[in-house]
């Protein structure tokens, strides 16, 4: 007997025997041969929950999206492996890969680079919301209220077709969104959105052009940029796209569940974490340069301090996109014709962690953030806004999980369990006599 195509349930079930009873419990198996236990019956037949706090062993849907063998240190989106990926598509061939599996033809790819490219401006009393904000907002709730407020714009998108369009309209409008409120944080000019330019170009124009004077993107940081969201495009079921698929589960709107997925981003655990990188090799340049002494203070337990940048989750092994972004890192600074401080403390950090027992020991490697906050900074843009980016790349991988969380028959309202540790029942007592 071999697995059944429609349930994936594989002939073996695994027994659990509890208060004198036993219970056969389904296996699954994904496409890659990962094995995992169905408890949906658990508490039915037996009244057991189970607790697995930051969700470690918990799988919470099956999804055909993206793949990471965390052991062997493998990403493929849809099957195609990161590293090609990277080398030799852009970044919305891979949006349009996550969100219909299959790589577009040419035909199709141009045809949503035309919709994305038409819908990138936003309706002028849009663009007044950023006028609203503080200057001196953090971009990321600004972003993620931005795309909230999206929904106070736009139809509830509760059909597929409505949805796919306010796909296409979200992927159009972050750039335009991020580059908003980064203009905003700095008092210039808000720059519309050029149709004559590739995704990531428009970008960079955006941010970095001004009324004042012509602006040409460097085309190696326009491809470097591209790169960056190419990586950081999906990441099956980490906190922020849980978060999209957990609001989504609820049947909230495609713009409430980003917005809340841009928010769980924010963390620094998370997305965070860029920023915090640069910051911690900007502290380690400030104060003696010395790579060492941090470690040393990353691996004592009476310190809070981590090494910004490494371990994962999944990952006990080298982030396959952090060793591609560690080569772009060195192309990007070659272009600039220079050297930077910053790089050399991370390589030296990185040097002598993975060799050290306490990381070794660990299984703790650099992950996507350890190195992208590097090239942020030679393409200008601002250490607040790293998460941003990080956003903008994750984007079509939220977008495509909603998607298939919404066609799913299996999909239910997310809610979990937990075993309650508070008060037993006891009597009221008024504190004031009425
Ligand atoms: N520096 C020092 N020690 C660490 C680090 C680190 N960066 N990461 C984990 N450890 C230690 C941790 O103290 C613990 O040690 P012990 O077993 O002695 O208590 C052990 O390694 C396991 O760590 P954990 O916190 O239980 O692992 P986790 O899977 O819950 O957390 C993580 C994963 C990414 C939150 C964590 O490695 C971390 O905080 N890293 C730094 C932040 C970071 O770079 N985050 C970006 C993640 S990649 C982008 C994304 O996908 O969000």
Not at 170 to 198: C, E, F, V, W
Not at 351 to 375: H, K, W
Request: aromatic share 10%.
């Amino acid at each position: 007997m071999t697995k059944d195509a429609a349930t994936n349930v594989v002939p073996e079930g695994v027994e659990l025997v509890y208060d004198g009873k036993t219970v056969e419990l389904p296996l699954v198996e994904g496409s890659e041969g990962e094995r995992g236990i169905d408890i949906r019956k658990l508490r039915a037949e037996t009244g057991l929950i189970t607790i697995d706090p930051g969700y470690v062993n918990t799988g919470s849907c099956s999804s055909a999206i993206t793949f990471i063998d965390g052991e062997k240190g493998i990403l493929r989106y849809r099957g195609y492996p990161i590293e090609e990926l990277a080398e030799h598509s852009t970044f919305l061939e891979v949006a349009w890969l996550l969100l219909n599996g299959e790589l577009p033809t040419e035909a199709e790819l141009a045809e949503f680079t035309t919709e994305v490219t038409r819908h990138t401006m936003l309706h002028e009393d849009f663009g007044r919301f950023f006028d609203f904000m503080p200057k001196n907002a953090h971009p990321m709730p600004v972003c993620a209220a931005a795309v909230g407020a999206l929904s106070t714009f736009y139809r509830e998108a509760n059909t597929d077709e409505r949805v796919q369009k306010a796909i296409v309209r979200l992927i159009a409008k972050m750039p335009t969104m991020a580059a908003y409120s980064y203009k905003h944080s700095i008092g210039q000019p808000r720059m519309y959105p050029r149709n004559d330019l590739d995704y990531s170009s428009n970008f960079l124009y955006m941010m970095f052009g001004n009324p004042c004077e012509a602006f040409q993107a460097d085309p190696v940081f326009a491809r470097a940029l591209d790169l960056l969201l190419i990586l950081h495009a999906d990441h099956e079921q980490n906190c922020s796209t849980s978060t999209v698929r957990m609001v989504g589960s609820s049947q909230a709107s495609l713009y409430a569940s980003i917005s809340s997925g841009i928010m769980a981003l924010w963390g620094p655990l998370h997305g965070g974490a860029n920023q915090k990188v640069i910051e911690m090799l900007e502290r380690i340049a400030r104060e003696d340069g010395s790579a060492d002494r941090f470690l040393n203070r990353a691996k004592d337990r009476d310190d809070t301090t981590r090494l910004m940048g490494f371990g994962h989750r999944v990952y006990k092994n080298y982030d396959p996109r952090a060793a591609i972004l560690k080569t772009t890192c060195k192309d990007v600074i070659e272009r600039i014709g220079g050297s930077s401080e910053l790089l050399d403390i991370a390589m030296r950090l990185e040097e002598i962690a993975l060799s050290d027992e306490y990381f070794v020991e660990r299984r703790l490697y650099p992950n996507v953030d350890f190195y992208s906050g590097i090239i942020y900074q030679v393409l200008g843009v601002p250490v607040n806004m790293f998460t941003v980016m990080f956003a903008l790349g994750r984007l079509p991988g939220w977008l495509a999980q909603f998607l298939e969380l919404r066609r799913d028959p299996a999909n239910r309202i997310g809610r979990p369990r937990q075993i309650y540790t508070g008060a037993t029942k006891r009597k009221y007592k008024p504190v004031k006599k009425r």
